[in-house]
């Protein structure tokens, strides 16, 4: 039986009984609809009006439907949609040296596709093919993904414990100067790491953790990867999180907001490491994209504002600063407008789903007392102390 897309506009009864009945049950959902997003807003069906702090998860950095980011795609839409990657579209190649020439460095190179856990997989290939070594150390707590390549990097008993055996010669060490280093032996492949671990609560590594890191690779050959698939494109406030460390790796990977609301991914490779991969080591029918690739060529046109950073991170300052006023909140961390707060006593989930139904406000819970808030970058000052008042409201 087919279903006409001319009818009427499902309720949201309707819609979670589709869910019900035609999907596979891995989401969470809210009791929501949104059919409808502008900027820092989005409308659900009956015309109610969110504040939305989480954007697509650190997707919608430019805020929804940009309208550089819109028009980009609408255009490149009427010429070309798709052809294979063996012929040369310019909007993937132009893409690549933008990213190529705006990270690692001088002889940088890039592999795109189609989300963060492909341009992971990318990485862990990349690393095994660059030395004659297999183990990869990752971070506890960590999350890279859920392909089994990125899952096998993702050490987090809940989400591996399901579908072992997972893919071997992955160590996991603590996110301390201790750990990397007795970690990293001359088998080490790669360090992969998140310079701010998003999906287990906001938590930044120390910047002498990531200088050991870099000095663990450096001795034995390794590669040091860092995961940017979140933390990057302005998030916490420079264009990538590296570059307010001291390190620089070798290896990033990039996704979420690149694409500006379409799904994109991709592998960076610094100059040492930019030629290690061969033709037929990897690929993917869709990377590179001509529509996508125009709508992330808009994106990084705004995203890389010269005075995005500064914006970002006093924003994300008024942010941490009226929510650490709070009662009951214990712990504020993060940088520029990727937030994290833990509550006295838990019940982050519950907070979260309060603020959907009763402030229409959305963020997200990453566990039993840590909420998270990624809103878009395009956030002014009254919508922070909006939604501020919105928490404060719920938890007064």
């Given at each position: ?119 992971v997989e990318a990485a ?31 050490p987090q008993e809940a ?69 940017e698939i979140q933390t ?165």
């Amino acid at each position: 039986m087919t279903t006409s897309t001319n009818q009427s506009p499902a309720t949201l009864e309707q819609l979670q009984a589709l869910d019900d009945a035609y999907t596979i049950d891995t989401y969470a959902r809210y009791p929501m609809d949104a059919v409808r997003g502008e900027g820092v807003r989005l409308w659900d069906a009956a015309g109610t009006e969110y504040l939305d702090f989480l954007a697509g998860i650190s997707v919608s950095n430019v805020g929804h439907c940009h309208p550089a980011v819109v028009e980009a795609i609408r255009e490149q839409a009427g010429t070309l949609l798709h052809v294979s990657n063996l012929v040369h579209t310019e909007p993937a190649l132009r893409l690549a040296e933008r990213l190529a020439t705006n990270s690692l460095g001088e002889g940088s190179k890039v592999f795109l596709c189609n989300s963060g856990a492909e341009a992971v997989e990318a990485a862990l290939k990349l690393s095994r093919r660059a030395k004659s070594a297999g183990d990869i150390v990752v971070v506890r707590e960590g999350f890279h993904g859920r392909t089994y390549g990125a899952l096998s990097a993702t050490p987090q008993e809940a989400k591996q414990a399901p579908f072992a055996p997972l893919v071997p010669g992955f160590i996991v060490a603590e996110p301390t100067i201790e750990g990397i280093t007795n970690a990293v032996t001359a088998n080490t492949a790669a360090v992969l790491i998140e310079p701010i671990r998003g999906e287990s609560g906001v938590w930044p590594v120390p910047d002498d953790v990531l200088v050991a890191a870099r000095e663990a690779c450096d001795a034995v050959g390794a590669a040091l990867m860092f995961d940017e698939i979140q933390t990057g494109l302005g998030r916490t406030g420079p264009l990538w999180r590296f570059q307010a460390t001291p390190v620089v790796p070798d290896v990033m990977t990039s996704a979420k907001a690149l694409g500006g609301g379409l799904p994109i991914g991709a592998m960076i490779a610094g100059p040492r490491l930019a030629n290690t991969l061969q033709r037929g080591d990897h690929g993917s029918t869709f990377a590179g994209s001509p529509i996508i690739a125009a709508g992330a060529l808009a994106t990084l046109d705004v995203l890389m504002d010269p005075a995005l950073p500064a914006r970002t991170e006093a924003l994300g300052a008024r942010l941490r600063d009226g929510i650490s006023r709070l009662p009951g909140v214990t712990t504020v961390r993060g940088a520029g407008l990727m937030v994290g707060f833990d509550l006295e006593g838990g019940g982050a989930p519950e907070l979260a789903m309060r603020a959907l139904s009763e402030q229409r406000l959305l963020l997200n819970a990453t566990g039993p007392q840590t909420i998270r808030l990624l809103p878009p970058l395009v956030v002014n000052e009254e919508q922070i102390d909006d939604a501020v008042g919105r928490l404060g409201a719920l938890l007064g």
